[in-house]
């Protein structure tokens, strides 16, 4: 699935991967800049943690998306909740950089 920048930007998310390990996807980083109203020159920065609920061993691994770069480790797995941290690197950018793992 591919996030919204709504969805991000509520701090949490909490997903079940339904049966099988799943490759999703951040936001574009355009939407994440128009949900935010972000003006030219402004630099935003905020986290979204993302906990794994799979009633089995599955892994969820973050993809990009157009105007992110990805710094860490970018997989979840069973019972794991990850931070990330997302910080405008220009109008149209953001890296996200992994905050590590909380093990429940």
Request: glycine share 8%; hydrophobic share 40%; no cysteine.
């Amino acid at each position: 699935i591919t996030y919204t920048a709504d969805e991000i930007l509520n701090n949490i998310i909490l997903r079940n991967t339904n049966g099988a390990g799943r490759a999703d996807l951040f936001p574009t980083a355009a939407s994440i800049m128009t949900e935010l109203a972000v003006e030219s020159g402004d630099r935003p920065s905020f986290t979204v943690w993302i906990r794994n609920t799979a009633g089995a061993a599955e892994t969820i691994t973050m993809t990009t998306n157009t105007g992110l770069t990805l710094s860490g480790t970018m997989t979840i797995a069973q019972n794991n909740t990850k931070g990330f941290l997302f910080v405008a690197t220009s109008d149209s950018a953001f890296t996200v950089y992994s905050l590590g793992t909380l093990v429940h």
